[in-house]
T-cell receptor, first 116, second 116 residues
Framework: AQKVTQTQTSISVVEKTTVTMDCVYETRDSSYFLFWYKQTASGEIVFLIRQDSYKKENATVGHYSLNFQKPKSSIGLIITATQIEDSAVYFC?????????????FGLGTRVSVFP | GALVYQYPRRTICKSGTSMRMECQAVGFQATSVAWYRQSPQKTFELIALSTVNSAIKYEQNFTQEKFPISHPNLSFSSMTVLNAYLEDRGLYLCGARDWGTYAEQFFGPGTRLTVL
């Protein structure tokens, strides 16, 4: 069974600095997709970035980047030059790729608070 | 862009009654639609995954008898919560995906269910 674990409950950072969040996953599939979403204060869930298991390069989108360490089953999210608006709960999620008809398995989330 | 709408955004129902929520995908084809529930203090629980023209797959602890789902075309899905009780309260999220285009799911803003 697939499982996603985020051990950090909350992180506080000063604006314009870098924040790193951890996520480890478990899967028996050799092909899978990893995602990061954020949930804003209003409850909106926004897709941020994804990593395909077969890709060696770390994905980067805007000021979001991933630290994909496949041997450790780890997919960390890095946010550089944080802004107040980055305050949200960040969820790591996984979908096993062998079966298209799969939902996502989510971690418990990490609350990030960005202060001026 | 890919957008997902959900209605209603909030609803209150009396214990033992039922309520229906809708999900609409705009800008892409919702080949599959996953319904999740986010309960207070919890992460996202997958209720079921629906694929157009295919059977709906319910996760353990969720049944068709309690959460009937309709997914008649590539832009619309609905789910009903029958005989709602206190434990059914939470934020119900619809995550839609276009198998041919995106690996990621796009989420609607959710329907927040309060049960009195």
């Amino acid at each position: 069974a697939q499982k996603v674990t985020q051990t950090q409950t909350s992180i506080s950072v000063v604006e314009k600095t870098t924040v790193t969040m951890d996520c480890v996953y478990e899967t028996r599939d050799s092909s899978y997709f990893l995602f990061w979403y954020k949930q804003t204060a209003s409850g909106e869930i926004v897709f941020l970035i994804r990593q395909d298991s077969y890709k060696k390069e770390n994905a980067t989108v805007g000021h979001y980047s991933l630290n994909f360490q496949k041997p450790k089953s780890s997919i960390g999210l890095i946010i550089t030059a944080t802004q107040i608006e980055d305050s949200a709960v960040y969820f790591c999620a996984m979908r096993e790729g062998g079966n298209y008809a799969q939902g996502l398995t989510f971690g418990l989330g990490t609350r990030v608070s960005v202060f001026p | 862009g890919a957008l997902v709408y959900q209605y209603p955004r909030r609803t209150i129902c009396k214990s033992g009654t039922s309520m229906r929520m809708e999900c609409q995908a705009v800008g892409f084809q919702a080949t599959s639609v996953a319904w999740y529930r986010q309960s207070p203090q919890k992460t996202f629980e997958l209720i079921a995954l629906s694929t157009v023209n295919s059977a709906i797959k319910y996760e353990q602890n969720f049944t068709q008898e309690k959460f009937p789902i309709s997914h008649p075309n590539l832009s619309f899905s609905s789910m009903t919560v029958l005989n709602a009780y206190l434990e059914d309260r939470g934020l119900y999220l619809c995550g839609a995906r276009d198998w041919g285009t995106y690996a990621e799911q796009f989420f609607g803003p959710g329907t927040r269910l309060t049960v009195l």
